[in-house]
């Protein structure tokens, strides 16, 4: 099994940043996919930003590219997500998931394809 926890959630002002954790742990935790992803109140839970296995490869949704970065640091089991110039509709719970499969050096967006979810972590920006 995989267990993820997230981190770093809050109440920031518009255009200011925040920085997110998830730590990953389990005996087959290693080699997977990370990806991000948020929901807000009375929507669907949307695809934010995913990177590969080694942090070569990573993907971002259009509504975050430029501001959002997603990293990961494979010796610590823990994936980053540096957030800046923040808005009111990055306003969310912020889930961090773990692909579904492990080994492949590749970046997905689906959350089908993601196996396990972390509790979420709430970002509230303020305008």
């Known amino acids: 099994q995989v267990q993820l926890v997230e981190s770093g959630g809050g109440l920031v002002q518009a255009g200011g940043s925040l920085s997110l954790s998830c730590t990953v742990s389990g005996r087959t935790s290693s080699g997977r996919t990370m990806g991000w992803f948020r929901q807000a109140p009375g929507k669907e839970r949307e695809f934010v930003a995913a990177i590969s296995l080694s942090g070569v490869m990573t993907h971002y949704a259009d509504s975050v590219k430029g501001r959002f970065t997603i990293s990961r640091d494979n010796a610590k089991n823990t994936v980053f997500l540096q957030m800046n110039s923040l808005k009111p509709e990055d306003t969310g719970a912020y889930y961090c998931?773990?692909?579904?499969?492990?080994?492949?050096?590749?970046?997905?967006?689906?959350?089908?394809?993601?196996?396990?979810w972390g509790q979420g972590t709430q970002v509230t920006v303020s305008s």
């Open positions: 998931a773990a692909g579904a499969g492990q080994g492949l050096e590749y970046v997905f967006e689906r959350a089908a394809q993601y196996g396990y």
